[in-house]
Each structure stands twice: as structure tokens, then as C-alpha cells.
């Protein structure tokens, strides 16, 4: 690296790795903002919801505990479901 070409090389070395860190950087930067417009939003949303042929069985099963429906069985618990995704 002593002579003109090795200079080169590691100018263009350099230049790149210069180029790759602020392209990083940038990413970094639209992530955090998209992130940050939208945090509220995301925080708010329900992850775990009860799935609808669940919710059935447990209107069944409730009639049931009452005795609306003439048994007593009881009936298993409802599951948990995570709906979010994440992007």
C-alpha cells in the first residue's frame, strides 16, 4: 500500500465503507420515524382476541352454566389467538 495504486485502492475502500455506513445510517433514520409516527397507533392495538369459534362455544357454554340450554356440562376454556402483525 506504499505505492500510488495501493492509495487508490484504499481511498476507494474507504469511500465505500463511508457510503455503506450513511446508507445504513439513513435506514436507520426512516426507520425510527416511521416507528415513532406511528407508535401510538401500534401500542393500541389488541394483539390477543378471543377467535370467533371460540367466542361461539363460550355463549354455548354460558347458556349452558345458567341452564338455558337444559345441561350442565361445562365447557373448555376459550384460547387466546395473537391477530397483530408487525411490519
Known sequence: MDNE???EVKAH?????RR???????LH???????ESQLLAL?????????AHTRTSQL???????G???????TSK???ACTGTFS
Request: hydrophobic share 40%; glycine share 8%; net charge positive.
Open 13 to 17: 475502500y474507504l469511500a465505500v465503507g
Open 60 to 66: 354455548q357454554g354460558a347458556a349452558t352454566d345458567v
Open 20 to 26: 455503506m455506513r450513511a446508507y445504513s445510517a439513513s
Open 78 to 80: 376459550p384460547r387466546l
Open 29 to 35: 433514520e426512516q426507520w425510527y420515524e416511521t416507528v
Open 68 to 74: 338455558l340450554l337444559g345441561s350442565t356440562a361445562a
Open 5 to 7: 495504486k495501493g492509495r
Open 43 to 51: 401500542l393500541r392495538r389488541t394483539l390477543l382476541v378471543t377467535p
